[in-house]
């Protein structure tokens, strides 16, 4: 896949007929379109980090104008053409409404979801791109047609690896600088894969057929067979063409251990043998080096990440108790903890369970420990207590059938279906604030509610503290049984008995199982609890008639009700300010 590639190692650069001084004029067309796609990202990179420091700037001074402000009527007013933009693109299913609800071929088989439409668009934009750089400015007709497009084709497929690579990682800076979720880059690595395969396989046709007509179908094997830079050249693009076909959705799922390990080894082999394939295209070559840095940065990120969290202080311990309705509390004792947010995410390692393999999960809570007594039971002073002051961080965990069967069989066996454990937190990840709304409202659906936990207590704070705009804030939460307000019993009681959270805080319950109908028992006209699944559009319907400020309506659970949730919001956002926030515990 490189510039002025011929169809043996000795094969001289470009086609074009140019004399020895003078730059081959194929090879000019290919920089200059290499640098136009360069030009493409960075604009494009740079019109959505000029959106997001919009919206930044807005949240921020309509934070500082609600502080005091109890109506904040100005706030829940939409601008027209951009309330507009967010119902029909930025907010909009590709279609009417299905977005992450996932096709089901049986109840354990999932082949995969549908793009929203400003991805689609992007999508269908950006192959239409590198179709059209594929194919202009060629010489149709001449000898040197095919010469030109193999090479053409193959800077294009180096080229697109940088982001393709990129996009795979977790330690990606555009998820920071441009607030997109790593769901997003996740399946625009899955597409930009697609790209690299087809023009490396278009590479690979050109030089083929351009072989083929020139000295026949002999010339072909034997310069596959005895030729490394035709050798390499067809192992990466067979290696390439797996990746692309043990990817699909349905495998990713169903495997996911088994497709990320496979996927990261062919990864590896097809990269090392395009290196060599690239050996005399230093041009191409140093693309390529451009990919493998970002690469490397991102795995160095995970083990300086690591590192840091884990190592010294006695290390990381994670305490496992069992929890009914399939369900476990982790709770971390971090050797070095961070500043808590909500809407973090971290990645656990417990080697004895998982050996290196890590798994995503959303912090649900956060605590001061302190243990003011020595072993002997004598106080210490203190700057003991400030030394030995140890924040733990705590996760729900829903048992699947991997490693979180293996985890919540070990707790269902130990005694009071508690353990202890070593273990390694890389994170945190990501963080959302919401101080700048005046009203939110947040759906979860079953462990979904570890997202939303954290948004509660600092909500109910801001408000306390007068340090945001908030002035109602509603939880929707759905379960199938009673039961599952266990997971979060203690946390649940700490928030409710917060200052001011009677004024702003209301929770809804909704069991979608209950066993009797003695189950559903309000606690308190706060606190409410109903039998089956809720109407998202009339409660969004009767939020909106009270609203203060702007909305935030955020959800985190099954991809159906993400997809109520997003369209009762489409639905609803030309008539007051409503913002709409997904989470989604896959990708
Ligand atoms: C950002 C994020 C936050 C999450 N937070 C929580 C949480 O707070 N509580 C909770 O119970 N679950 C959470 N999950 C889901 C959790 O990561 C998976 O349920 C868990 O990894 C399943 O592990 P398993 O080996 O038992 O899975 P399996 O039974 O093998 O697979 C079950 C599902 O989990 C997916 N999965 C498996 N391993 C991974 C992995 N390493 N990375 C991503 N997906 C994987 C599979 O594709 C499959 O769809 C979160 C997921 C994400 C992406």
Redesign the pocket.
Known sequence: MASGQGGAPTAAAGSGGAGPDEPDPADSINHMLILDLVYIWVGVIGAIAIHRLVLLYVAHTRKMACLGNEKQRYFAMPESKYAAFKRYVLDSPIFRKRHNREFMLSSAV?VGTLPTRLQTIFIIIYYGINIAFTVILLPYGTKSFLDDLRDRAGNLATLNMIPLLLMAGRNNILIWALDIS?DTYNLLHRWLGRLVVLEAATHAIAWSVATVEESGWAALWKAASHSQLILTGTISVCAFGFLMLHSPSLV??AY??TF?HAHILVALTAVIVLWMHLDEFPGAQNLLLAALVVWGFERFMRVQNLVRNNIGAGGTLADIQALPGD?MRVTLRLARPWKFKPGQ?VFLYIPTI?WW??????L?WSSEQQDVFTEKGLPLNRQDVLSIRKTSMS???????????KLWAKAEKSLNGKFSIRAFVEGPY?SQDLSSYGTVLLFAAG?GI??QVPFLRSLVADYSNSTGAVRRVTLVWIIQSPEHLEWIRPWMTDILGMEGRRDVLRILLFITRPRSTKEIQSLSASVQMFPGKPDVNAILAQQQQQQVGAMAVTVCGTGSLSDDVRRAVRLRCQTTTIDFIE?????
């Open positions: 999932n790593f990713r799922h996911y251990e990320l369900a995410h998982g393999t890590n798994h995503p999960f959303s649900a996760l729900i965990i829903r048992r699947r059938t991997g490693f979180t069967d990501g462990v570890t997202h989470n989604a515990f896959s990708w």
